[in-house]
C-alpha cells in the first residue's frame, strides 16, 4: 500500500502546468462523460496520485487561471490564485461528493473564494499602509508603574486599568 504524498504548489508550478495546459488546447467539455472522468480524476488525488491532479490540471487549468485572472486583474495574483485553488483541491479531494455538483463548479468555487480571499489581503495590505503601521493596530506601553495604557498608533489611548480614555 501506498503512503500519500503531501504534494505542495507553489506559484512556480503554476506557469510551468499552464503552459502544459495551453499545449492541450482546450478546457474539457461539461459533457456527462467529462463529469465522470473528471470524478475519477478526483478519486484518484485522493488516494494521492500527483498525475491525476495533473490531469485535472490539463482539463480544468485554463478555466481556473482566466477566472482568477478575471476577479484579481493581476496575473501575478491569479497564478497564485490558481495554485492555492489545486493545493486546496489536492488537500480536500476526499471531501468532494459527486451528487453535490461537478468537479469543475467545486473548482470554480474554490477558485473563487480564493480570489476573493487575495483581493481581501490586497485592501487589508493597502489600509495597513494608509495608517503607517503594519499589521499590528494596538500597542501597549507602561506610562507609570502599574499603569498599562492601549492604544492605536494614530490616535485615541485608553488606560487599561481605568478604562479612561485620552488623545495622547
Not at 497564485?80 to 493545493?87: Q, T, Y
Not at 503607517?132 to 492604544?151: H, K, M, Q
Request: aromatic letters at 6%; a neutral charge; one cysteine or more.
Amino acid at each position: 500500500m501506498q503512503g500519500l504524498v503531501a504534494l505542495e504548489l507553489t506559484p512556480v508550478h503554476i506557469p510551468e502546468l499552464w503552459l502544459r495546459s495551453q499545449t492541450v488546447g482546450r478546457m474539457a467539455s461539461f459533457s456527462p462523460t467529462a463529469a465522470t472522468a473528471d470524478a475519477a480524476l478526483v478519486a484518484r488525488i485522493a488516494a494521492g496520485d500527483e498525475r491525476a491532479l495533473g490531469e485535472l490540471y490539463d482539463r480544468h487549468g485554463t478555466m481556473v487561471y482566466g477566472l482568477a485572472s478575471a476577479i484579481v486583474r493581476d496575473t501575478a495574483d491569479a497564478e497564485e490564485v490558481a495554485a492555492d485553488a489545486f493545493a486546496q483541491l489536492w488537500r480536500s479531494a476526499s471531501e468532494y461528493e459527486e451528487s453535490r455538483g461537478s468537479v469543475a463548479s467545486w473548482l470554480s468555487t474554490i477558485t473563487r473564494s480564493r480570489a476573493l480571499d487575495r483581493i481581501r489581503a490586497r485592501q487589508r495590505r493597502a489600509d495597513d499602509g494608509s495608517r503607517g503601521y503594519s499589521g499590528c493596530e494596538w500597542i501597549c506601553v507602561a506610562t507609570r508603574p502599574n499603569e498599562l495604557v492601549a492604544g492605536r498608533r494614530h490616535g485615541t489611548k485608553r488606560n487599561l486599568q481605568t478604562g479612561d480614555q485620552f488623545i495622547g
